[in-house]
C-alpha cells in the first residue's frame, strides 16, 4: 500500500472542479482505491490521465459498484468507449484533465406521428435491448421503459409511428409461460387495432423459447411478429440495440411475413440482420452479436436500411396476408421438462419426475436419439404413469432416426416417441403447449407430430449445416478474398 500512497496527483491548467460532494465524489470506492484518490485528489465523473507502471491511460473515472473489490479504479476510455479497470498498486500519477458528470438516464420522447407512415407496436418485456448500465451495483439492468428507445434511437421515426408499451421488465431468465401467455394475448390486441407489424423487445438468453411458444400461441398471423434484443448494453459503443431495433422494426412495418420471428445481427458486423423462424432458432454463443443462428435449416430472409435479400422462395414461409385473423391459443402445461442425457445418467431423476407430478418429458439424447440402459425401466415406470416422453437429439443438427440401433427401437417399445429434427427447446414449449389442450396420449402425440410452423422439416437443405471452424482452408480463402 506503501507504493499508492506515493502517487501523486494533479490537475491541468485551467480546469476547475465543482465543490467537494462527500457522497458522490468517491462514490462506490472504498479501502486502498478510496485512499488513492483521496490522496491525489481525484474524483468520480473527472477527465483523467493515470500514468501507470502498465502505460498511460486517459478517460472517465466511474463510480464503483458497491460489491466491487478495493484494488482497481473503473474509468471508460475517451478513444473507444471501453471500460476498464486500473489495479491501484501500479498507477504512480493521476492528472486531472476535466469534469462533466455523466447522465445515464435516456429522457423518454413523445414519438412523431407522420400519417403516411404505417403505424408498429414495440411491446418491451425487458432485457439489454432496453437496458443500461446502473454504476451503482455495476450491472446492467432493464432501467429504461420501451419509450424511451426513440430518445436513443431517434431514426425509427423515419420507418414508421412507433408506439410502446412495457409489458414486463424482466430478464430473460426470469420469462416464463405466464410471460408468453400475456405477451401473445397483446399482441392479438394490437394486430386487432390494425397496426402493421409488432415488435416485442426481449433479452436474449432465453429468447428462443419465447419465439417458439409464440408460434404456437399465435396462429394464422396477418403481419409480422418480431421478437428482437441486443448482446450488448446501450451505453457501450458496440452495443447492437440500435441496430437490431432498426431493423426489427423496419420488418414490423415492412416485411411481407405472417409469422413469428427473431431478428439480430447476420454477420459479425453490422452490414445486415437474420430473420430467423421462431422454430427453428437458437442463441449460439455467449456474447457474440451474431449469436442467432437458424439450425437445420435456413433463415427466412436478410434485412438492412435498404430493404430484404430473401433466402426463402415462395411457399417457403408464411406472407403478409390482411385477411387473415389472428388466432389465439395460449393452452399451457407447465409441469415439463428438458432431460438432457449425458453418460451414467441415473434412474432416479425419471423417479423423481414421476413423483413431483411431471406430465411431459423432453429428452435430448445422444447420437440418432440414445439413452442407456439402466434408464429403461424409470421411462417404462413413467409412460405407464401417463408421462408423455419425446426424443429429440443434442446435436442440435439432423434428425432422430431411432430404427438404426437396437438401442432407439427398445427405447420406442418403452413408449417414447421421436421427434424428427425439432430442437430440444422447441419441443419442450411444444409439448407444454400440447398438454394445455389434451392429456390423451394419441391426441398429444399428433399435435407434437404435425407440424405447426415448421418445427419439423421433412429434409435439410445443403446449406442449412455450416459451421465455420477456424484455420480449415476454405475459411482461410474466404478470409483472403473477401476480409481485409
Known sequence: MSDVLQATGSVKDGVTLPAADAKEDLKGYRGQARTLLETTGARVWASVR????QGSFVGT???????ADDKHLVIKLTHNGYNIGVRVDTITHIEIIGYKKANYQIPEKAFPYDEKKPNVTLLGTGGTIASRLDYRTGAVIPAFSPGELYGAVPELADIANLETRKLYGEFSENIGPKHWIGTAQEVVKEIERGVAGVVIG?????????AAALSFMLQDLPCPVVVVGSQRSSDRPSSDAAYNLLRAVKTAAEGDFGEVMV???GPTSDSYGLLHRGTRVRKMHSSYRSTFRTLSDTPIARVDSTGFG????????KPRNSDLKPKL?????????????YPNMQPDIIYSM????YKGIVIAGTGLGHVNKPLYPAIKAAVEAGVHIYMTVQTLWGYVQMYVYDTGRDIMELGVTPLGNMLPEVAYVKLGWALGHTQDREEVKQLML?????EITEREPIDGYLVMQGGLPELEDYFKRYRV
Open 263 to 265: 431478428c439480430m445481427f
Open 50 to 53: 493515470l500514468d501507470t507502471t
Open 354 to 357: 414421476i413423483e413431483n407430478g
Open 202 to 210: 426481449h433479452g436474449t438468453d432465453t429468447m428462443h423459447y419465447t
Open 310 to 317: 430473401m433466402i426463402k422462395g415462395p411457399g417457403q414461409f
Open 450 to 454: 404435425t407440424p405447426v410452423n415448421g
Open 61 to 67: 473515472l466511474l463510480p464503483r459498484s458497491e460489491t
Open 329 to 341: 391459443d395460449t393452452a399451457f402445461e407447465e409441469k415439463v421438462t428438458i432431460l438432457w442425457y
